[in-house]
């Protein structure tokens, strides 16, 4: 009896070593933006869980945006934060097994139960991901890349971007220090709502917020495009050029950005 | 047949006497109440997180009814001698099998079918467009996944007590709903005898992932093809009669 008991805690144990690994690896680190190996073996067993289940609920998002069809990134920053949408990217679906011989009928069997079809939630059935979004912050106040995309898909997926804005200005309460939520809401005053002032506002908190944070020219360029062009919409060449010009440094081969600054400048 | 029958009402006022099926279904009840009552941002008409994790919470429950009222069946009967009239009466050791695994499936497949129904409930006044042949087809891998269950539990109990018949029946709930597709993977990788030894233990693991209808009805995919659906109801048939084969022929040679 007592060698059976024991049997049944180190078949419990090798699972439970099994899944910590299996999660940190397939839908933590991913949407984290960081190597498995960054996370000590001892805070996958004790801590980062509440950090874990929070981004697993996004990582639950983009499954339904998917039909429920799960798919890994492979562009470098993942591809669903800030500043990293749009960004060239290839995926790989879940279900797209090895080439199995027609005659194993298992294996055609599973084949034909999964789902394996690709496609993306569009117009009103977006609203499908906002539960697991809004979990996944509910989860960790702190996980900004949730309270973004929130906003994101509020504001600009579903026309709510009053909700957008209210919700983005809770987050910031929790993460004050946070560019990307500034970031977000510089975004959709300037996009959605038209109010410039409030847009100029949480951009250059974002600029002098990011400052201090470590980011790539893509998230740099993010923030400084909005903030230009909201300086353009203002009226404000001014402030608007030295901002084409960093933006001009920093992707020298973007030819449209030195027709802006020959055009705003002539 | 009549003891067999004997053996089966004995279970279900068991099922009704007992307080498991009431709470699970009060836990189910409420649990969809409070997912239907949800309010996100004035969002309306969000409904497919409460068809996932309502199939998924279906599922687990009607799981968990047939593993614990069909594990402990034989041991119990074992402990209590209770068996010793059972097997004098007479009924062949085959017959006493056949009656606890059919006690099983009616048990939990009553359980499964009102559940089901609270689900259906849900589905169908969510919001969103139903299918009632994709409704039907979550129904009827359902009640395939329960006679699997059932005869694996069987099989189980015959070198097993009731606590290590749940917790590894659990565990290999787990590791099937969770590793099916990684062991697949790795054996179309694997090469000489690794791929043989891999190979071997995917066609004996019982295949409960085949009969996960949750990502279909929660995304409102088509239903499957009919040669699928007939495929795995051939699969759960043969998989249940080399159980309830072994289990019978390890119980007829067991000194009680």
């Known amino acids: 009896m007592r060698s059976r008991s024991l049997l049944i805690f180190l078949v419990w144990f090798f699972l439970i070593l099994i899944i910590a690994t299996r999660i940190d690896t397939f839908n933590y680190a991913f949407m984290a933006s960081r190597s498995a190996a960054d996370v000590p073996a001892i805070f996958r067993f004790f801590g980062e869980g509440r950090n874990i289940v929070s981004y697993m609920a996004i990582l639950q998002a983009d499954r339904y945006y998917h039909g429920g069809v799960g798919h890994i990134e492979h562009a470098e920053g993942g591809g669903l934060s800030v500043a990293s949408r749009g960004r060239d990217s290839y995926d790989e679906e879940e279900g797209h097994h090895p080439e199995a011989s027609p005659f194993n009928i298992l294996f055609r069997i599973q084949d034909n139960t999964q789902v394996t079809g690709h496609v993306h939630l569009k117009g009103d059935k977006v609203k499908e991901i906002i539960p697991w979004l809004y979990f996944s912050a509910e989860i960790d106040p702190h996980n900004v890349l949730a309270i973004t995309l929130t906003g994101f898909y509020l504001a600009d997926k579903l026309d709510k971007p009053q909700e957008a804005v209210a919700y983005l200005r809770k987050g910031l309460l929790d993460n004050p220090d946070s560019w990307e939520i500034n970031a977000e809401l510089g975004r959709i005053y300037f996009q959605d709502l038209g109010n410039y002032k409030a847009a100029v506002d949480f951009l250059s908190k974002a600029m002098e917020l990011q400052k201090q944070a470590p980011h790539d020219k893509f998230q740099e360029r993010y923030v400084l495009s909005f903030l230009a062009h909201t300086y353009e919409a203002l009226g404000d060449k001014e402030k608007a050029v030295p901002l084409y010009r960093r933006l001009s440094r920093l992707f020298p081969k973007d030819h449209r950005l030195r027709r802006k600054i020959d055009d705003l400048t002539s | ?256």
């Not at chain 2, 917790?167 to 990788?189: A, E």
Request: with cysteine.
């Open chain 2, 1 to 256: 047949m009549r003891a067999v029958l004997a053996i089966i009402k004995g279970m279900i006022k068991d099922l009704v006497r007992r307080k498991d099926f009431y709470v699970l279904l009060v836990f189910l009840l409420v649990l969809m109440a409070v997912m239907a009552s949800q309010n996100f941002f004035q969002i309306k008409g969000v409904t497919r997180y409460m068809r996932d994790l309502g199939y998924s919470i279906v599922m687990l429950l009607s799981f968990i009814i047939a593993v614990t009222f069909t594990a402990k069946q034989i041991p119990a009967e074992i402990e209590a001698r209770t068996i010793y009239p059972l097997l004098a009466k007479p009924l062949t050791r085959y017959s006493f099998i056949a009656g606890k695994y059919l006690g099983g499936v009616v048990v939990s497949l009553m359980s499964f079918t009102v559940f089901y129904l609270v689900y259906g409930l849900f589905f169908v006044t969510g919001g969103e467009a139903w299918s009632a042949p994709l409704l039907a087809q979550g129904f009827f891998f359902g009640v395939l996944f329960l006679f699997m269950v059932c005869a694996m539990v069987i099989f189980l109990s015959n070198f097993m007590t009731f606590s290590a018949n749940v917790t590894i029946s659990f565990l290999i709930y787990i590791i099937v709903s969770g590793f099916s597709d990684t062991l697949r993977d790795s054996i179309l990788r694997a090469k000489g005898v690794l791929s043989v030894i891999e190979g071997v233990i995917f066609y004996i693991m019982p295949h409960f992932d085949f009969f996960d209808m949750r990502v279909r009805l929660a995304h409102s995919w088509d239903p499957l093809p009919a040669w699928v659906v007939a495929a795995v109801a051939v699969y759960t048939l043969v998989y249940c009669l080399f159980l309830l084969y072994f289990s019978q022929a390890v119980f007829s040679r067991r000194k009680l």
